[in-house]
């Protein structure tokens, strides 16, 4: 074998294992996002051969998702963006719900109607994080699921980290 084609065969290796691995492209780890800014959205599927993907939703934690998902009664706190689908087949091949290339940053000082009260923070470390639907073809109860996040800096004004509480 010569060397073309041992390192022909080991970049198609890391293509096809890339391709598989579900991740949050962008925003990139560490990247500072201020309340109301828009930011860069990419989310690289698992679907691939032999996976099929289904749906994902989009949720920015404000504490790193492997804690929020102990059995807790307020298990985290955040946002939620939307639910979304990529194009593949013969799992989904025409989705309604086309990821946007671009999503807002929830202005955590104000929340929705009713009881809810908002905060503000500065320099907060969030995460942005999705939960994708999968399937392969050895039979679950109900969809696979994965998990992946990239941190990013709320707010990021210079000032100490802290959250401050409205009416407190």
């Known amino acids: 074998m010569n060397i073309t084609h041992l390192l022909s065969s080991i970049l198609c290796f890391l293509v096809v294992a890339y391709a598989a691995t579900p991740s949050v492209i962008l925003p990139a780890n560490g990247t500072s996002i201020n309340p ?16 099929s993907s289904y749906n994902y939703t989009v949720w920015l934690f404000t504490s790193p998702p492997t804690t929020a998902f102990a059995t807790l009664e307020n298990f985290a706190s955040g946002y939620y963006f939307g639910r979304f689908a990529e194009p593949n087949f013969p799992g989904n091949p025409s989705p309604p719900n086309l990821p946007p290339a671009k999503l807002t940053m929830p202005n955590f000082a104000t929340l929705e109607k009713g009881f809810g009260v908002g905060a503000t923070g500065h320099n907060v470390t969030c995460y942005v994080t999705v939960l994708e639907e999968y399937a392969t073809g050895t039979g679950t109860l109900g969809y696979r699921m994965s ?9 990021n004004t210079g000032k100490a980290l802290k959250f401050e509480v409205p009416f407190s």
């Not at 998990?147 to 707010?155: E, H, Q, T, V």
């Open 147 to 155: 998990l992946s996040s990239n941190y990013i800096f709320y707010n």
């Open 36 to 51: 109301g800014q828009t930011f860069d959205f990419q989310y690289q599927s698992i679907a691939d051969n032999g996976v």
